[in-house]
């Protein structure tokens, strides 16, 4: 049975139809504000932009919205940052259900036995870690996709994420600091990954885009907030 394609959508700033995956809609509050509807679930007419934190900027400053509703609309004045800010929540919100599920492993020791395992499907760094602690972690991550390499397993991937600081991790983990984490194998995991994905793609640079459409690479996403 052929895989249904995805959903599209038309960027309201750039005309072009893009995958939903790809894209972020907003919608008007009852009170006339643009806002973002990140799970793209609120009722209304909704506005889709690409999922890029400089689309929203330049959005903001064509006035995409008003133009696409036909109608004048009231904008905050860091549309952007607040994006930005509802993706960082979703994404931590679904790091502390994956705790709950027993499917989020944090502490170096820990996640260094899950890189040497494999036992992991993404690995998540504090984007105030130290370059040596970094290292220790992204060397291993790679030896594990050199491996799957070899012995021709390319659908094996497993991201590197570097979105929050360890006080973001922390607060969202119920602990002091977290420097070091990973998701392990789980719906709430899956669902995590797809949430820092989107997030990814809003923070990353624009050139940045579209190696993340299909594969989020590990290497990208470790410098996207540098």
Known sequence: MARPEPTTRMCALTREEKPVAELIRFVVSPDGEIVPDTDAKAEGRGVWITLNRSSVEQAVKKKAFAKSL??????????AGLTQLRLEQRFLSALAMCRKAGQLISGATKVRS????????ALLTADDASADGRSKMVGPLKALHYAAEEEGNDGFEVPHFELLSSEQLGLALGLENVIHAALTKGAAARSAVEKARRLALFIATPGQNDSGRDAVDAEILSNATE
């Not at 899950?114 to 499907?121: E, F, K, M, P």
Request: proline share 6%; no cysteine; hydrophobic share 45%.
């Open 70 to 79: 036909k109608t004048d609309v009231k904008v905050p004045d860091d549309l």
């Open 114 to 121: 899950a890189l040497a395992t494999g036992d992991l499907i």
